[in-house]
């Protein structure tokens, strides 16, 4: 089947810290992955995706690398800010859910000055 | 800007009664999404529809129903809420069946059932 698995938070940082959020999956074929932000007290939108394998996805200085061999999505940042405090939900979608998306529990950030 | 719009963000409500959560996207999308987010267990598909009239079930669609009418609108509704139904209700939507599509979301609504 298709699942999702992030690590669990919650994760504290401090400002400028260099980041990382491992998701790993498992799907047959190929999925196409993304990373999700939830700021708090708003939904979720996208903040990057990639859909073939070695594709980088980035978006305001994130960014995470479709690796087939490793089944792997893990989310990077190389300097975080207070504003990147939110819970982070990764994600796949293939050909053979249909319309189904399947996420990951998501990671909690809390970014400290 | 594109938009999903969720008609309540806050609703408390009794054991019993009957719970109308609306859906409006403004993007002409042809799929639309009702999920539940509890802390631990992410985001739980409810139903989703892919067309006016369509439906169909996702992961937990006990306790729950939807209505499309209009292809921008899209209901969820709990026909004798539970405790157990208390949770943040998220709405969401997505345009075609290409497998790089997005979903965009609304806010969600944070329903508590007393």
């Known amino acids: 089947g298709n699942s999702v698995t992030q690590m669990e938070g919650p994760v504290t940082l401090s400002e400028e810290a260099f980041l990382t959020i491992n998701c790993t999956y498992t799907a047959t074929g190929y999925p196409s992955l993304f990373w999700y932000v939830q700021y708090p007290g708003e939904g979720l939108q996208l903040l990057l995706k990639a859909t073939k394998a070695d594709d980088k996805g980035s978006n305001k200085g994130f960014e995470a690398t479709y690796r087939k061999e490793t089944t792997s999505f893990h989310l990077e940042k190389g300097s975080v800010q207070v504003s990147d405090s939110a819970v982070y939900f990764c994600a796949l979608r293939n050909a053979n859910t249909g319309n189904q998306f399947y996420f990951g529990t998501g990671t909690s950030l809390t970014v400290i000055p | 800007d594109v938009k999903v719009t969720q008609s309540s963000r806050y609703l408390v409500k009794r054991t019993g009664e009957k719970v109308f959560l609306e859906c409006v996207q403004d993007?002409?999308?042809?799929?639309m999404f009702w999920y539940r987010q509890d802390p631990g267990l992410g985001l739980r598909l409810i139903y989703f529809s892919y067309d006016v009239k369509m439906k169909e079930k996702g992961d937990i669609p006990e306790g729950y129903s939807v209505s499309r009418e209009k292809k921008e609108r899209f209901s969820l509704i709990l026909e004798s809420a539970s405790t157990n139904q208390t949770s943040m209700y998220l709405c969401a939507s997505r345009k075609g069946q290409g497998i790089a599509g997005e979903l965009f979301f609304g806010e969600g609504s944070r329903l508590t059932v007393l």
């Open positions: 993007m002409d999308h042809e799929n």
